[in-house]
């Protein structure tokens, strides 16, 4: 199928026309049987990357399969996701992470790149057949025990060095677990008030340096994932400056949200890491400007309804997150589309290692992942009117600028007239 | 009126004092040969116990039975709770029954909050977590106003694990928004981070009893458990009734008005010394019998029982 994307604004450009044919950005206006889309109006982005996606399967279907979850990140302008690895069984050999890819593309509405375990089952204890995952079919590049710290030094050390042998990078859930032992939120005023566990800031912090540390020393890639204090950007700001390869991402909901929300115990506020205070949203928004983060990624954590409808205690931590992204980010930020463009495309491809996606649309022949944006249309966020099968939204009923009008993947329409094609 | 107690939060000058007032009139009444008042017959109350707490579930029905109300105890331990019903469904069974009042203790801070989402009638909060237990506070109130005459103006020290404590947080509210001057006094580690901003900026902070003592009216002793050693909040029991305990040495130091509070169940030996714990001093009976008085204050208000 090909496609006339008329009056379509490239990045916030003067409005153009775009065709889409065999798969690529095509430089002949001239096709006849190209289907016409009017785009005045619309915003085209390349296909948003997100390098921190829960889809639950194998595991946990009724929260969400690689199906829905494809649904919803293509709903939410994505044409890949990084799919984390502490599925049911973990991710963590060559045959689970096929599985996942395998899922991804009988799906075929975003690019499911699976991440692998760094250690068996998560447990902390033993390194993962990293190398087995990097050359299976799904190619595997990116490494993570998410839901997790790898919190041993030796551990994180060798699996640093490990992975320089395949250009593999490993992403920490940076949480010093003897500090967050039975924590339930921020540690701070708020979680005195309420007498709930405090997550201290310092439990993200003592990671981060230690494993820009690490490292620097042997050379290697470090990915943070959900970065969420003032203080973690700071360490980062001097790693950086060092010359350390380390990137690092943040979510929407940290860079909106704030702990007083836990106020009422509503466990659909309940996430890890948690939410923070009003200086540490401004630090990471000002980190997410000065490129000192490098990516917003989702950590869309789809959950069951009981295990978000009981005490805060006992409810599990995590929030929906790829239908929402885009319009909170806008919300945030304005429509600054190449930052936009940046962070949630061509720095998240570039971390992943997903070479087709983030490309530049002016360009002919770049592959069409792309998705288009009505910068101007208003939503108000209806839990049951999304398409992830969990409904776990901490922005129900909240009105979010942008909506996701049509997403390309590879040429091929996954998202029109802001409907799932499939 | 409220229609919840789900937090010390939720009162207001005026009506902690009509409930410490009402509570007074009701422990007159109780003082009769008619000890059953008729206010809320034919009105429901659950007492919904997650944890085990026989002091706490014995006062709530006395309280309830005394103005006349049908008790339903419903504990963990026997009913569908420890098959691992939700909270939601059993608050969606104590719906149907039609309970006008759910009084909660639960392990879980915010339980009450949750528990007000799905039931139509009062929440009373009887414990949750380490979050408040906003009648311990409250029966604490009336027990220092019985003894001291006022609450305006009044030094109190609270001592121990502040950190763990629902009664502290609490007390800490109820008592500053009664005109109270409140002090925190224990080890560090057991005194949670900006305190004096997440309860009340009129909250003081000491690490040193000694000299918290002579300017205090009231010593609140709290329960200090010996498995927080095992967490490093502290070396020994030794060294943390050497340095936080009440004996009778320090007690010396308090004015000479000033009384000793506690709201069981005591470690003697650890917090407080058996001698102080027994002394004249000692409020630690009658903060039992006044609980029974200020809960049926609660309930009767709570529920508009006429
Ligand atoms: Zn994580």
Not at chain 1, 229 to 236: I, Q
Not at chain 2, 73 to 99: I, Y
Not at chain 2, 189 to 213: C, G, M, N
Request: hydrophobic share 45%; charged share 20%.
């Amino acid at each position: 199928m090909a496609y006339l994307l008329k009056g379509v604004s490239i990045l916030g450009a003067e409005p153009t026309d775009l065709f889409i044919k065999d798969g690529v950005i095509s430089s002949d206006k001239a096709g006849k049987d190209a289907e016409v889309i009017d785009a005045s109006g619309l915003v085209a982005l390349p296909g948003l990357v997100d390098v921190h996606t829960h889809l639950r399967e194998p595991g946990r279907e009724d929260a969400e399969t690689v199906e829905t979850g494809s649904r919803a990140a293509a709903l939410g302008g994505y044409t890949a996701v990084c799919a984390m690895a502490n599925t049911s069984p973990v991710a963590d050999t060559a045959g689970v992470v096929e599985q996942v890819w395998r899922l991804g593309r009988e799906a075929g509405l975003v690019d499911v790149q699976p991440i692998g375990a760094v250690t068996v089952g998560l447990a902390g204890k033993q390194m993962a057949e990293l190398g087995a995952m990097a050359t299976s079919a799904a190619n595997v590049r990116i490494f993570s025990d998410d839901g997790f710290c790898v919190a041993d030094p030796k551990l994180m050390r060798r699996a640093l060095e490990y992975v320089k042998a395949f250009d593999g990078v490993i992403a920490q859930h940076a949480e010093e677990p003897r500090l967050t032992e039975g924590a339930q939120m921020h540690e701070g005023e708020v979680s005195t008030r309420l007498g709930l566990t405090g997550w201290p800031a310092v439990a993200e912090e003592a990671i981060i340096a230690r494993d820009v540390l690490l490292a620097e020393h042997v050379g290697s890639r470090l990915h943070v994932c959900h970065v969420s204090t003032a203080g973690s950007v700071e360490v980062l700001r001097q790693a950086k400056a060092r010359g350390v390869r380390v990137t690092a991402e943040v979510t929407p909901h940290h860079l909106l949200l704030t702990d007083e929300l836990a106020a009422g115990y509503d466990p659909v506020f309940k996430v890890n890491p948690p939410l923070r205070t009003r200086s540490d949203v401004e630090a990471l928004r000002q980190a997410l400007l000065d490129g000192i983060i490098d990516v917003v990624a989702t950590d869309h954590a789809p959950h069951a309804v009981q295990d978000k409808e009981c005490e805060w205690a006992y409810a599990r931590p995590g929030m929906l997150g790829l239908e929402t992204a885009l319009p909170i980010v806008l919300s945030v930020f304005g429509e600054q589309w190449d930052l936009i463009a940046d962070r949630m495309s061509i720095a998240p491809a570039r971390i992943a290692g997903l070479a087709g996606h983030g490309g530049d649309l002016t360009k002919a022949g770049t592959p069409a992942n792309l998705t288009l944006v009505d910068p101007k249309a208003r939503w108000v966020v209806d839990p049951g009117g999304l398409a992830s099968r969990s409904r776990n939204t901490p922005y129900a009923g909240l009105t979010l600028p942008g909506r996701i009008v049509a997403t390309f993947l590879r040429g091929e329409a996954t998202v029109l007239d802001g409907k799932a094609v499939k | 009126m409220i229609k919840h107690l789900r937090s010390a939060a939720d009162l207001d000058a005026a009506t902690a004092t009509l409930i410490l007032d009402t509570a007074a009139e009701m422990a007159a009444l109780s003082g009769r040969e008619v000890k059953k008042l008729p206010a809320l017959r034919g009105r429901t109350v659950v007492n919904l116990f997650y944890e085990d707490s026989t002091r706490t579930r014995i006062s709530f029905e006395a309280a309830a039975k005394r103005l006349s109300a049908d008790v339903i105890n419903f504990s963990a331990k026997g009913s569908s709770v420890s098959k691992g019903e939700s909270l939601k469904d059993t608050a969606l069974t104590l719906q149907a029954m039609g309970a006008d009042a759910v009084v909660i203790r639960h392990s879980a801070s915010g339980a009450p909050h949750r528990l007000a989402n799905w039931v139509d009638g009062s929440v009373v909060n009887a414990g949750d977590g380490t979050h408040e237990h906003p009648t311990q506070a409250l029966l604490d109130a009336y027990t220092m106003r019985s003894r001291l005459g006022r609450l305006d103006g009044l030094k109190v020290a609270i001592v121990g694990d502040v950190l763990h404590s629902r009664v502290a947080r609490s007390n800490v509210l109820l008592l500053t928004t009664l005109g109270a001057q409140v002090t925190l006094v224990g080890p560090p580690t057991l005194i949670p981070l900006d305190v004096a901003a997440a309860l009340s900026e009129k909250t003081q902070v000491s690490y040193d009893l000694d000299a918290v003592l002579p300017d205090s009216d009231v010593v609140m002793m709290l329960r200090v458990q010996t498995e927080r050693m095992q967490d490093s909040y502290f070396p020994s029991a030794r060294e943390y009734s050497r340095r936080y305990g009440l004996d009778m040495l320090r007690m010396r130091k308090l004015p000479e008005h000033a009384i000793v509070m506690h709201p069981g169940p005591m470690n003697r030996g650890m917090e407080i010394a058996p001698e102080v714990a027994d002394s004249p001093r000692s409020t630690i009976v009658e903060q039992v019998a006044n609980g029974v008085s200020v809960r049926m204050a609660v309930l009767y208000l709570l529920l508009g029982g006429k």
